[in-house]
């Protein structure tokens, strides 16, 4: 009776995946498995639960997980240098959650980046934070908007005690002033904490600052943005054994129960590209990102942080005001192929929030897909063509696209190394993807 649906949810996902590797993806969260990784999924993983840590579980049934999980942990800890990695968290959000749920008391100060500031939902009021406190105070910005006022942020901190501060952001240009309130936060017994969900990568990638390193108590992140996916979360750090034990349980049983193994499988394999691939993969971003910026500056576009190179992540951001504001904007856009999100800018009032005068750019997954410094510039004409000449571009947007389909800085194309084993699961080509 229901088999007609069947079919027609089978359609839509052949539709998405037509579609969506014939845009020019700028959003900034965003990024793609490779094939390797991708192929991996829909094992029998997918059906199994593994409550608990690798050799400790409630269940029987887990001895390869274990070994994978293991393989896991150990790897991302070499690659963070940290002593401690919880990758149980299903989402950055499950992963700051089960570290706010540890450290913020009824009552507690917490001072978080602003929504305009670039601050994520789940430091606010309406998410994670505001389930556990009331009293959530802005970080100051200095006048550019795209940098915290250290010398503010002291004396805001002297005057309201904060027992936790959140560093990271979903709009997230520049580093933050991790080494600089580090000591200060050590001398105020102020847990600072760094999200790192947009730039997990680039710190994986060594060109972004190490928060742990500088001073952060923790660090959490998304691994899904600037890493190699799947869609999970982590936490990572140094801290003693006491407070690890109470953030376990935060991972475990406070935000989550089983943990999802099929995409556990999926971001082991995601490590390993972004250890050997990494470095590079995350350069490259990053030299794509300042050239957009410069280019798009040149064609007369409101690109911010000018008198800072714009940017040192995978984001840029523009003032789009005078086309009509970041909603029409990034509708227009999406009606030429070019998908992106419009975004708040600092100082906006939050009730902006609808329609604000930005749109934010991520340029983590075209450069996945190979683009470098020439294809920024092509991507900056289409805007111009598109959004200051009033021309269609979709058609060429397509056609662009379309020289950019093998997912690079991954294994795909190497020959596999020979194994003992005998793979049940199906690899998935790039064809099998396109045709569910
Ligand atoms: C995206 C984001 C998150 C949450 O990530 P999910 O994996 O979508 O739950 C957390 N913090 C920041 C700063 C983000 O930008």
């Not at 293991?70 to 800890?77: D, F, G, P, S």
């Not at 499988?265 to 590079?280: H, K, N, P, S, W």
Request: glycine fraction near 8%.
């Amino acid at each position: 009776m229901y088999e007609n649906n069947v079919t027609r949810i089978e359609e839509l996902t052949k539709q998405q995946n037509a579609w969506r590797i014939n845009t020019l993806n700028l959003i900034a969260s965003e990024n793609v498995l490779s094939l390797r990784a991708r192929g991996i999924m829909g094992s029998d993983f997918a059906h199994r639960y593994a409550e608990g840590h690798p050799g400790e579980r409630y269940y029987q049934g887990t001895d390869i997980i274990d070994e994978i999980e293991t393989r896991l942990k150990k790897h991302l800890k070499s690659l963070f240098h940290c002593r401690q990695v919880d990758v149980r968290p299903i989402s950055g959000t499950m992963s700051n959650d089960a570290v706010f749920s540890l450290y913020i008391k009824p009552g507690d100060v917490v001072m978080v980046n602003s929504t305009p500031g670039g601050g994520h939902i789940s430091h606010h009021k309406a998410g994670s934070v505001g389930k556990y406190t009331a009293n959530i105070i802005n970080f100051p910005l200095t006048a550019d908007g795209y940098h915290t006022d250290v010398a503010h942020t002291i004396d805001y901190a002297k005057a309201l005690n904060p027992k936790v501060m959140i560093m990271g952001k979903s709009l997230f240009l520049f580093p933050e002033p991790v080494k600089e309130l580090a000591d200060f936060c050590k001398e105020h017994g102020i847990v600072l904490i760094y999200d790192a969900a947009h730039v997990l990568g680039l710190i994986a990638g060594r060109q972004f600052q190490d928060p742990i390193k500088e001073g952060a108590f923790i660090m959490t992140g998304s691994t899904h943005k600037t890493f190699f996916g799947s869609q999970r979360g982590l936490i990572l750090s140094n801290v003693g054994e006491k407070d690890w034990r109470a953030i376990d349980k935060g991972a475990f049983p406070g935000s989550s129960s089983n943990h999802h193994l099929d995409t556990l499988v999926a971001l082991t394999i995601a490590t390993y590209e972004m250890m050997e691939f990494g470095q590079e993969y995350a350069r490259q971003i990053i030299a794509n990102a300042k050239t957009l910026g410069q280019k798009l500056y040149d064609l007369g576009f409101n690109v911010q942080a000018p008198d800072f190179g714009f940017t040192e992540s995978h984001q840029i951001a523009l003032d789009v005001t005078q086309y009509g504001g970041g909603d029409e904007v990034a509708r227009h856009l999406k009606d030429n192929h070019i998908i992106l999100n419009m975004n708040l800018l600092p100082f906006e009032p939050l009730v902006n929030v609808t329609n604000p005068a930005g749109i934010r750019i991520g340029v983590q997954e075209m450069t996945r897909f190979g683009m470098k410094e020439t294809e920024m510039e092509t991507i900056a004409f289409l805007f111009k063509k598109c959004l200051v000449d009033g021309k269609h571009v979709g058609d060429e947007v397509k056609e662009f696209r379309q020289q950019y389909q093998k997912i690079q800085y991954s294994f795909d194309d190497v020959e596999r190394s020979e194994s003992k084993y005998q793979d049940p699961v199906p690899i998935l080509t790039a064809d099998m993807l396109v045709d569910v």
